[in-house]
């Protein structure tokens, strides 16, 4: 399932969007500008069952008067905060509808929403597991984005990062559209857009999966060694990851085991070299206890300790130059290093050797 904290759909949804209370008689109680604040409201509060109740509300009595009252297009802003809520409160389903509708019954630019119905309908049909029409509904979005008002602040590169996630999750994998787009979505970060931590390690996650079930292994190595900082977080984050990634690597090498017993040594070490790059993604004790502590005494903590962790361990290697855009270092090892972490391709790995400060991001989160 991929999900989203909704930051962009708030920020769109707020934006003045409605003219229609104008058209209604002045004397008019629980008009449509009434039925819009009073979910405006429980929208900032999060009380999404209560914005639901005011929208669909607004619907049922004002829909079936559209034309006769003169409303316009506008008029679709409350299909989109329907879907909004309806997603909030896990009806993926009936969000799909919602935003489905807001996109074909008021298709004019009046209904300041109408693109990013589309993005959000496509988003919720991931949800649903449906990915294949979830990349349709999203690849459609990006041909069409840019000449609306609202929907061209979207960050493309994060929608890339979703593809991503899409394809590779289809049954089969379809592994070619997912590593294209995975890496727009990396290569929109090198130029410095802002893009999530999370929408580029959870793809990274979904491509590894992908790979394992296809076999993948060797163009999955080949991406790290291109990208080498797709998982530039600090590592007490990353640590959030591990036992995916435990799990993962477990995965892979009894594969890589099985096809050697099958004399398949081609593909077993294929499979092999894959799990060497994923262990080296692991954080090491002392890595995610420096951090910890860095973390703390940012916030001002005495000495930054904690129960259970001696001493603050530096950042070996780090500057204040240390940015993801740095060019790919590499040790005596062999190892290379970017950002987070070096790993060595080849032969054994190298843990966690340097943990350049976390960058703070913005924008909705999918997993």
Excluded at 235 to 246: K, M
Excluded at 303 to 320: D, I, K
Excluded at 336 to 342: A, E
Excluded at 347 to 366: E, I, N, T
Aim: hydrophobic share 35%; charged share 25%; with cysteine.
């Amino acid at each position: 399932m991929i999900k989203s904290n909704y930051t962009t759909a708030l920020a769109a949804g707020l934006v003045s969007v409605l003219s229609i209370g104008a058209v209604l008689p002045s004397g008019a109680q629980h008009g449509p500008r009434d039925y819009q604040r009073t979910a405006l409201t429980a929208i900032k509060e999060g009380k999404w069952q209560e914005a639901l109740d005011a929208v669909d509300r607004c619907i049922r009595v004002y829909e079936p008067r559209i034309k006769m009252l003169g409303l316009d297009d506008g008029f679709g802003w409350f299909y989109y905060q329907k879907g909004v809520c309806l997603a909030q409160l896990k009806n993926y389903k009936e969000a799909v509808e919602a935003f489905k509708a807001c996109y074909t019954k008021f298709p004019s630019a009046k209904n300041q929403l109408v693109k990013m119905a589309l993005f959000r309908e496509g988003e919720n049909y991931c949800r649903l597991g449906d990915f294949a029409k979830g990349a349709e509904l999203l690849e459609k979005f990006l041909k069409e984005y840019r000449s609306d008002p609202v929907a061209r602040n979207v960050n493309a590169g994060e929608v890339q990062g979703l593809l991503a996630q899409c394809y590779f999750k289809m049954s089969p994998p379809a592994f070619e559209k997912g590593m294209e787009n995975l890496t727009s979505c990396v290569t929109s970060r090198y130029k410095g857009r802002r893009i999530t931590d999370a929408v580029i390690t959870n793809g990274f996650l979904a491509m590894v999966d992908a790979a394992i079930k296809t076999g993948k292994c060797s163009e999955t190595v080949k991406f790290v060694e291109n990208y080498p900082s797709v998982m530039n977080i600090s590592p007490t984050r990353v640590a959030l990851y591990t036992p995916r990634l435990v799990s993962y690597v477990a995965e892979v090498l009894e594969k890589s085991r099985s096809l050697l017993q099958d004399g398949k040594q081609k593909e077993s070490e294929d499979y092999a070299s894959l799990a060497m790059v994923l262990m080296g993604l692991l954080p090491d004790q002392s890595g995610v206890m420096a951090d910890a502590n860095y973390s703390l005494d940012r916030l001002g903590r005495a000495n930054g300790a904690v129960p259970g962790v001696t001493g603050f361990f530096p950042y070996a290697g780090q500057s204040e130059g240390d940015s993801p855009d740095r060019p790919v270092q590499q040790d005596e090892g062999g190892r290379k290093g970017h950002g987070r972490f070096y790993v060595q391709l080849h032969g054994q790995p190298g843990l966690g050797a340097w943990f350049p400060k976390g960058c703070p991001r913005r924008l909705p989160a999918y997993q």
